[in-house]
């Protein structure tokens, strides 16, 4: 019993450790912005319409190490025309270690996605409102269900 109060990470009494997650960096790996019709596009006065799309990248960096890397575009037509073009690729290093294959698999395409997307909602935020357009709010994305959506076209798939 003193074991475990001085070792929080201890999972039962012979000291065997449970998975473990670090963040280890979270970093920009790449950011553009595009505003193809400045200045003209500033006086258009038609309904934008946004348009998101997502993708993920997973590296293995070393053993019980991975990259993760988000990318998300935004793109805003007013009309036919683009006004902007937004694109980050927000990236996460990550330790996971004693994971088994399934739960790593879902960490990493649920958890991980999670903790980086806050940073590449605000980076996307900024250079929008940098480019001289009005503030955008990103929505939250729900990663679990677009995991359980990829889980269940891999099964389909088999």
Do not use: W
Not at 92 to 104: C, E, M, N, S, V
Not at 131 to 154: H, S, V, W
Request: with cysteine; net charge negative; glycine share 8%.
């Amino acid at each position: 019993m003193a074991d475990e109060a001085t070792n929080p990470t201890a999972a039962n009494g012979n000291g065997q450790t449970g998975p473990q997650l670090t963040v280890q960096k979270i970093y920009i790996r790449d950011a553009s912005f595009e505003a193809p019709g400045a200045p003209h596009i500033f006086q258009d006065q038609s309904q934008p319409k946004i348009e998101l799309n997502l993708g993920q990248k997973v590296q293995q960096l070393a053993q019980d190490v991975y990259e993760v890397v988000l990318t998300l575009t935004v793109t805003c037509k007013a009309g036919d025309k683009t006004a902007y073009l937004v694109e980050v690729q927000q990236a996460g290093i990550f330790g996971l270690a004693g994971f088994d294959p399934q739960q790593l698999d879902m960490v990493i395409g649920t958890y991980c996605p999670h903790v980086i997307f806050p940073y590449a909602r605000q980076a996307i935020s900024s250079m929008i409102e940098q480019g001289g357009f009005p503030p955008f709010l990103l929505q939250p994305i729900n990663f679990e269900q677009i995991y359980a959506d990829q889980l269940k076209r891999r099964q389909q798939a088999a």
